[in-house]
């Protein structure tokens, strides 16, 4: 097994890992930290096909590789707007729960 | 066979990370980690021979979106008890394992059954790159190839920034962006935030510029300034602009437009959109890439300062 394919493998772990948390953590900025982690992953996976497809002295196909900078971009935007997105829906309800019966939040101890 | 150490070690440690920010229990540290499991996959990008993708992760991958995460995380602390009542149960927690680990095992099949030798489109992209004028191959495919993504990934930032501002509450329409930041003035980072910037601002112009024949390029360019620009914002020393600013407002778009013009000029006299006509492909790129950097910085710079909080006056 080369070190490329361990970094593979890593990548392949990643995703798994991310969506676990994505799915278990309760907190909406967990859920966009492990969205974070499934994407590194899958952009782990697409460099190691790149690093595959190393070809004419080039040290990877830079293809895959100028796709990966787009979405690396792509992905911060994306979390960039839901991280606002919560912290706007903080503003509003002082609650951040995803739940449908809202258990106590600071918002209704505060009414209370 | 045994496996270097180069390979393994980060391997390993950004795998141990990755669990880490994913089943601790409070945010803040997550994020910190986060943080870290950013740097060391740019340490993974070098050893998969990506340096330029390295040094996209350093900057916005690792750099900024860890900011953004660290930082929200210090917001919204007070929802972290209330949160601890809403646990996954345990067979939610076991079936959510189990998915996980199916899809993270069908990929590693998919991996290790990839065909050997591996498909490469290295030798068509070094084939035509003397007609682009750019002597780095991922810039040949972002600024030539494949420059339609590279467009709408530009337009995609300036969505992001519409979408930020959206979320203004009405009052503060118009008004300037995140809170106003009161930081020692005789403080350490009033004082980085001093003497860093002039080299920051040089080195962010060295990659933009350099991108063309080595890695580097106007998105890890366009970061490191609005780091600096974020660095003096943090100490105190400079505040965000009011977002109704008309010539903000046109520098914001300047970048897009003009990569857009010369998309048109193209279809004009090329024969499609985004062609260069023979010879004039470096120019055009280079125009592209001047109007698109400052763009990209002030963009980058207020996503990262976020939905405008403050009226306009104070």
Redesign the interface.
Known sequence: ?????????????????????F?????P??K???F??VG??V???C??????????G??????P??????G??????????A??????L??ET????L?ADT????ADAKRT | MIIDAFYAAPALLILALGVYTTIVRDTFPATVGYLAYGLLLTVAWVQLHGVDVALTEAAIGGGLTSLLLVRASARLRATEVPARLERASLPVRGLAALGAGGIAGALALALLSLPDPAPTLAPAAMASIASTGVGNPITAVLMAYRAMDTMLEAIVLLLAIIGVWSLAPDRAWGGRPGPRYNADPDGILAFIARVLPPIGIIVGIYIFWVGADHPGGKFQGATIVAAMWLLTLMAGLTDAPPISGRWLRVLLVAGPAVFIAVGAVGAVLAGAFLGYPDGWAKPLILVIEFALMPSLALTLGLIMAGAPERIAST
């Open positions: 097994m080369s070190g490329v394919i361990l970094f593979g493998l890593v990548a392949c772990a990643l995703v798994g890992v991310g969506l676990y948390g799915i278990v953590n309760p907190q900025l967990r966009i930290l492990a974070n982690v590194s992953g952009f782990l996976l460099g190691v096909v790149a690093r595959r497809g190393a070809a004419i080039l040290g990877g196909d830079p293809v590789q100028a796709l990966l900078i787009t690396i971009v792509v992905a911060f935007s994306a979390t960039a707007l991280v606002t997105v919560l912290l706007r903080y503003e002082e609650s951040t729960t739940a258990p106590p939040s600071t």
